[in-house]
């Protein structure tokens, strides 16, 4: 059985990126599913890469606590998320985040 992977992004807004059991499934295929009590769907379903930072985090938060991670453990990736959020512009899409702006941000750290 795989592990469960972190969101991830794709250009298409229907796909779910909760994990491996949702995986290449679409909003409805999931709704369908949570209607029949099987599974659940988390915000991180409707995070593409025009997403913004922002609501990725909020996402991410869902499914780290979903998968029985520690608070300290939600408390401290949340935290450096945060501090990358407002090291970038509001606006910018994390499709459009690149190595380069990850290279930054921890130099500037």
């Known amino acids: 059985m795989p592990s469960p992977t972190p969101a991830?992004?794709?250009d298409e807004p229907t796909r779910v990126f909760t994990d491996w059991r949702n995986a290449g499934k679409t909003v409805a295929d999931v709704t369908i599913r949570n209607q029949q009590g099987e599974g659940s769907m988390?915000?991180?379903a409707h995070i593409t890469a025009?997403?913004?930072l922002a609501p990725a985090i909020n996402a991410w938060r869902f499914y780290l606590e979903d998968?029985?991670?520690s608070p300290h453990t939600?408390?401290?990736f949340l935290?450096?998320?945060r501090l990358l959020a407002s090291y970038l512009p509001p606006d910018r899409a994390i499709g459009a985040i690149t190595t380069a702006d990850l290279n930054n941000f921890l130099h500037w750290m």
């Open 8 to 10: 991830h992004f794709a």
């Open 42 to 44: 988390s915000p991180s």
């Open 50 to 52: 025009q997403s913004t």
């Open 67 to 69: 998968q029985g991670h």
């Open 74 to 76: 939600v408390k401290a």
């Open 79 to 81: 935290g450096d998320l």
